[in-house]
């Protein structure tokens, strides 16, 4: 197993930063790659950023690229969302997710371990 747990979220107004960071801790030999998804209200969960156990390769969805940032300083330390120029379109849960190399990055489907989640709200 694989425990993920997230923190720094909070309420920013439009055009501010905020930095999310993901531990890991357990078995995560088996890990390689590490990905942040989000889910609005009503909304379907979707994929924001992901970035492989070595933080060599990274990938973005288009609605953020350019504006958030995804990384890690070394394998097995916390991965971070830099996020910059904040939208109100960008409140959400966000939550950590790590799974090998299986699937689609882009799919929930393709992660094994979750995070609890943490609240990012965007005022205008």
């Known amino acids: 197993q694989v425990q993920l747990v997230e923190s720094g979220g909070g309420l920013v107004q439009a055009g501010g930063s905020l930095r999310l960071s993901c531990a890991a801790s357990g078995r995560t030999l088996s890990t390689e790659r590490m990905a942040w998804f989000r889910q609005a209200p009503g909304k379907e969960r979707e994929f924001v950023a992901a970035i492989t156990w070595s933080g060599g390769s990274t990938l973005y969805a288009d609605s953020v690229k350019g504006r958030f940032t995804i990384s890690r300083d070394k394998a097995s330390k916390p991965v971070y969302l830099q996020m910059n120029s904040l939208k109100p379109e960008d409140t959400a849960v966000y939550s950590c997710?790590?799974?090998?190399?299986?699937?689609?990055?882009?799919?929930?489907?393709?992660?094994?371990?979750w995070g609890q989640g943490t609240q990012v709200t965007v005022s205008s």
């Open positions: 997710a790590a799974g090998g190399f299986r699937g689609s990055w882009y799919y929930t489907s393709s992660y094994d371990y």
